[in-house]
């Protein structure tokens, strides 16, 4: 195992390796030019400017009102659900402002990704403040430079892409590092682009801002010292600190550095001071702004609104009600959600963890395997399984870079067997190419997709068909009756069946829709920034 207890982690050679793996990752994860609007990440990319402008960590209708929804009448279509991008966007011969003035817009509420303070009454972020902190450095220096930033949207999704790109790019470089300690070289960076090319990190993580995306580099920069670094106070100290952010980030995080903890206690004894000293700084932190909107530190937004969120969908409002069965079925492999599916590559992760468990010295990797287990566990119970509206494995995020590390130890053993180092390949390919897909195509259309509707005489239940043609004779040879389009929002029980569907898979859908789709994507907007505007006029 090579490098175990060494503080300079490789030669030059070695941080070049990983200087050129960022950057290269950074340019694949942005070269599709194009960035998807992700209602979990609007918050997020708000939160910094709601920190400079105003001083807190809450939003208003009138400073964000794409963030609530609106309820329109005539002449307007009249809906609750009346989206408003900003006060100054037209809308027919006017801009939205002036039909709130008239009263045709009133407010309805806040949508999903906001939740109600119940000892504020102010309106925060569901997914909770960390997210949105770390791309507030970012987001400061660029409102510094244009002073209009926080009026341009598709510069701000660009902005939140971009910083979403180097924490996943930086996870891919720490996770090398990780497998160092027990691959070569090339293992070490296969078992990285595993990660970075062959799993959702590209298609979901690195495309926006989302909860998993920041969830993902903190639970990378905490396992790294444990792996590398195990006896050392200062890394230690650093790990317990990153693992207390991923915590505060997730809190479906705590049973692995639960994990981890009792792994110290057992092994390394005199670290589990530094290590617990730097892990409570940031629960603490989250802790009191709990208590600050939610009355008790162990209230998160997202549990209050999860509710709600589950009544809406399933008829329950209990938040861990899908039988396990179920959940794991689903996220291993359903058409349109399996990891084995979208990421079969990753299959090969369980030899790896098999000789974790035989062999003692993978010993360091066990907390991280139990850990791992449960969180995928926990969200197979999630009252929506299969993570909304999304593209892939969404719920299981967060474990891919801890499967992938677990493809350490035998990745080495794959490349010297032909048949295995052929079924990687072939999985590997596989696992890319439904990443590309995804990256430059995904629009959230597949999720509430066009059907066509016929009732066969004496079946009470209607058919859905994916094409007008096909409906249509079917409902003529079948004596029934063509009742026309609709749309099919997964979301809704009558149609998650789509989730189990081939012929309605995802992939399918996006593979066939490809230009179409991409089409819909919004175009990273940079040229909007006012210091290359002045250039380009200069």
């Known amino acids: 195992m090579p490098g175990h207890g060494r503080w300079m982690i490789g030669p030059l050679s070695g941080f070049r390796l990983s200087a050129l793996l960022f950057v290269a990752l950074v340019a694949v994860y942005n070269v599709d030019r194009t960035a998807m609007e992700e209602g979990d990440a609007v918050p997020n990319m708000n939160l910094p400017l709601a920190l400079i402008h105003h001083g807190t960590f809450s939003f208003t209708p009138n400073d964000y009102p794409a963030m609530f929804a609106w309820q329109s009448r005539p002449p307007l279509w009249e809906t609750e659900e009346f989206y408003v991008r900003s006060w100054d966007s037209p809308i027919g011969d006017r801009p939205a402002s002036e ?9 309805h509420g806040p949508r999903y990704h906001l939740v109600r303070s119940p000892t504020r009454g102010v309106y925060v972020d569901t997914f909770g403040p960390i997210p949105g902190l770390t791309l507030f450095p970012l987001v400061w220096v660029l409102d510094k430079l244009d002073p209009a930033f926080g009026t341009k949207f598709e510069l701000g999704l660009a902005v939140a892409k971009l910083h979403a790109s180097m924490l996943v790019a930086a996870s891919v470089v720490l996770l090398y590092w990780m497998a160092r300690r027990f691959a070569s070289e090339k293992g070490s960076l296969a078992v990285a682009l595993t990660f970075g090319l062959g799993t959702c990190a590209w298609a979901i993580a690195s495309q926006n801002l989302w909860q998993q995306t920041v969830s993902i580099f903190f639970l990378c920069a905490g396992a790294l010292p444990l792996i590398r670094w195990p006896e050392r106070p200062l890394p230690t100290a650093l790990s317990g600190l990153a693992f207390g952010v991923a915590i505060a980030c997730r809190p479906t995080s705590l049973v692995l550095v639960f994990a981890v903890v009792v792994y110290r206690a057992l092994y390394l004894r005199k670290t589990l001071a530094p290590f617990l000293l730097g892990l409570l700084p940031a629960p603490l932190a989250i802790g009191a702004y709990n208590a600050h909107f939610f ?28 039988p396990f069965y179920v959940g794991l079925a689903g996220l291993l492999a359903s058409p349109s959600r399996g990891l084995l599916v979208f990421s079969p590559v990753l299959a090969f992760a369980g030899k790896g963890i098999v000789t974790i468990w035989r062999d003692r010295r993978y010993l ?104 007008e043609p096909e409906a249509r004779s079917f409902a003529k040879t079948r004596h029934g009756s063509y009742l026309g389009p609709s749309f099919c929002n997964i979301d809704y029980s009558y149609c998650r069946s789509r989730l189990w569907s081939v012929p309605d898979s995802m992939l399918i859908y996006y593979v066939t829709h490809f230009r179409q789709t991409r089409k819909e994507r919004f175009h990273l907007a940079w040229r909007q920034l006012s210091l290359f505007r002045h250039a380009a006029r200069s």
Request: charged share 15%; net charge positive.
């Open 99 to 107: 039909w709130r003035k008239q009263g045709d817009l009133t407010l």
């Open 295 to 322: 009355g008790s530190p162990f209230t998160f937004a997202q549990s209050v609104i999860g509710h709600q969120m589950a009544k809406a969908k399933t008829g329950s409002d209990a938040l861990w009600q899908t």
């Open 364 to 467: 360091v990797l066990r907390p991280l395997t139990v850990g791992m287990a449960w969180m995928m566990f926990m969200q197979c119970l999630w009252f929506d399984w299969w993570g909304g509206w999304a593209y892939g494995y969404r719920p299981w995020l967060d474990a891919t870079p801890l499967l992938a590390l677990c493809l350490a130890p035998v990745i080495d053993d794959v490349f010297r067997t032909k048949w295995e180092r052929v079924a990687f390949a072939a999985a590997f390919a596989w696992s890319v190419g439904v990443q590309f897909v995804g990256a430059f195509s995904y629009d959230k259309s597949w999720n509430d997709r066009e059907i066509f509707v016929v009732r066969l005489p004496g079946v009470r239940k209607p058919f859905a068909l994916l094409n």
